[in-house]
């Protein structure tokens, strides 16, 4: 999008104004009655303004109010503009004028700073930079609902725009007119052409609402135009990692240029920034996945670290000798370890559910293994190795019916289809960003408010604790007591970044799209010669998981490699599930959003090629 520049004298000289404009006694009836709306107006009979000028406080580009912008005010301070309008009484017509190039001149008359530096001790940390006076920084803002289309990420414009050339600034994303409810530039510019009601300009390059175009997709992702032994790469190996659209690289560079700072509990704008920056990244992943609450989100290093603090905090104290712990044979070792370590530890059982031909779960067996002593069922949502998309809903219903806690290891499943833990119903529900185009190192866990609230940090350390004396520490309550030292900011940050963008294309749009690629890819692989499907259940996600005969896995993986095509060869940290069905390693093409029918092309006509030749 293109940020208009903006004018500094919007009324043209008396003798070059347009038939049919408003003349200068007109304009001045408009200000007064704007000036008339303002707040505290009723009670200045003179119709006079206070008369400081607009103090020093822009807000950096592209940046809106998050969550939090209604938080506590510093003590002895004006509320937000209040100590933003001009004084002295003007002529209408010279407001009007000058208005939108309304310029930063004074500091505000109670004798503070811009930004407040004093955070009163029972403040809460998290609140960031709303407590304190401080910007948000959030350098894209969601899509609005009276836009054309909600895909604000492919606009022209670059996202995190320098600061220090104004004409890449908005000029709404500053003290302006409109922080005190006059009209800004676009206002004066409808009015003076008779449009009192100016509609937003919509680039006529963004796709409407609901459609879904790869190749707009494939623009925002960099790596994708990297080329591998001189062919395009074609990334085919999205079950281990996705890669990251722009947004995400430059949302993370942003937030290492203008924001770079620890959280929580200091006084400075760095730190009140970065701390806006982290709690809504935490906002981001409640609105994604439907959780109640913020504080029900633990930022974690990803699925494996989050599954380890369940299992390490909730599971050391709830799980004891005798007890069972159910897991199906579709799981990721992440899934699995953790709970053989605490069944170890505390004289616990595994069991385990089991699985068709197909590789769907048996929910039969699944009921005949629950009992009193079960006191967890963790299962995956989408197999990593299979596709295999799982009945998560029935199993943790027949969990809680039968007194049993269930945990969703939601890691292959988050960037494929629609996830609400409210309606899954799960007591646990976690997963990784990496796997939905976010960073690595950065992923969350999300349990129920009442359960976080019975189980004892897993960590110590800083950022956790309420207060520490030598004789005892009284920690905060969650989600911080769950995030011991300086955690992962900068890629939370970028976590959060990939779900908004995610969500502009539609997670619906997403998987139907893929849906398709997956039914078009397996079409071709069936009939090849020698290839055996492996994990064939009616609902899958996308995941081709094969062998081809007469070769093993590493040889089909090199062959496609010299062909700039990268699928994953191996067990795929899921050995139990691979040798139900008699393997050690499979061939492992997985999809997403950005891959298409002429990658699956070339795919298929290397694996044919090799079919074909003489072994």
Not at 319 to 336: F, P, R, T, Y
Not at 399 to 406: D, L, P, T
């Amino acid at each position: 999008m293109t940020i208009p520049t903006p004018i500094s004298n919007p009324l043209p000289a008396p003798d070059a104004v347009p038939q049919g404009l408003p003349d200068v006694a007109a304009l001045t009836s408009l200000a007064s009655q704007f000036f008339a709306a303002l707040p505290g107006a009723a009670g200045n009979s003179a119709g006079h303004l206070p008369s400081n000028p607009v103090p020093a406080n822009p807000q950096p580009a592209g940046f809106s109010p998050g969550p939090l912008a209604n938080g506590p005010a510093l003590p002895g301070t004006f509320a937000p503009g209040a100590n933003a309008a001009p004084a002295n009484p003007q002529d209408g017509a010279a407001v009007l004028a000058s208005t939108p190039s309304l310029a930063p001149k004074a500091a505000a008359t109670n004798g503070l700073p811009d930004h407040a530096a004093i955070v009163p001790p029972a403040l809460n940390g998290r609140f960031g930079g709303h407590s304190l006076g401080v910007p948000q920084v959030s350098p894209r803002t969601a899509p609005t609902t009276d836009s054309a289309s909600p895909f604000y990420f492919l606009a022209d414009a670059t996202p995190y725009a320098p600061q220090s050339k104004a004409q890449d600034v908005p000029r709404e994303d500053l003290v302006s007119a409109r922080s005190f409810g006059l009209p800004g530039a676009d206002d004066l510019r409808a009015l003076l052409a008779d449009n009192r009601a100016p509609a937003r300009a919509t680039p006529a390059s963004q796709p409407q609402r609901g459609a879904f175009d790869v190749h707009a997709v494939r623009r925002d992702f960099p790596i994708l135009q990297e080329r591998v032994n001189g062919r395009q790469l074609v990334w085919f190996d999205n079950a281990a990692t996705t890669q990251k659209p722009r947004q995400v690289i430059e949302r993370v560079s942003y937030f290492y240029e203008h924001e770079n700072s620890n959280i929580h509990r200091a006084a400075h704008e760095l730190a009140a920034r970065a701390t806006d920056a982290y709690e809504n990244a935490r906002e981001s992943v409640r609105r994604f996945i439907n959780a109640p609450s913020v504080n029900e989100v633990i930022f974690t290093r990803g699925t494996t670290e989050a599954i380890n603090l369940i299992a390490k905090s909730w599971g050391a104290r709830n799980i004891g000798e005798g007890d069972e712990i159910i897991v199906s044979n579709l799981e990721h070792h992440a899934n699995i370890v953790p709970w053989q370590q605490l069944a170890w530890a505390v004289g616990a059982k595994i069991r385990v559910i089991p699985v068709d031909d197909d590789g769907q779960v048996i929910l039969s067996e699944y009921q005949r293994l629950l009992g009193p002593k079960v006191k967890l069922v963790a299962v995956t949502q989408v197999s990593n190795a299979l596709g295999t998309v799982v009945p998560v809903k029935e199993i943790v219903d027949l969990a809680h019916r039968n007194g049993s806690k269930a945990l969703v290891d939601g890691a292959q499943s988050i960037s494929h289809m629609r996830v609400d833990v409210q309606d899954i119903g799960a007591d646990f529900f976690v997963f990784s960003g990496h796997k939905i185009f976010g960073p690595t190192g950065i992923g969350a866990v999300w349990a129920r408010a009442e359960i976080l609230d019975d189980m004892p940090p897993w960590q110590g350390g800083g950022n956790m604790i309420e207060d520490v004396t030598f004789e005892r520490t009284r920690f905060q309550p969650a989600p911080n007591k769950f995030e011991a030292g300086t955690g992962n900011i900068a890629d939370a940050v970028g976590l959060g970044a990939a779900l908004e963008y995610v969500e502009g294309w539609g997670i619906e749009n997403i998987g139907r799209y893929e849906h398709e690629l997956l039914d078009y890819a397996t079409q071709l692989l069936r009939p090849i010669k020698g290839v055996r499907l492996v994990g064939t259940a009616r609902d899958k996600a996308s995941v081709l998981s094969f062998t081809l005969e007469g070769y093993t896995t590493h040889e089909v993986g090199v062959a496609l490699n010299e062909e700039g095509i990268s699928v994953r060869t191996g067990h795929h940290c899921a050995q139990p599930i691979l040798r139900r069905f008699g393997l050690e390693t499979t061939v492992r093409p997985s999809l997403a959003f950005y891959n298409t029918r002429d990658e699956v092309d070339r795919f298929i006509a290397v694996v044919q090629r090799l079919s074909k030749a003489p072994h």
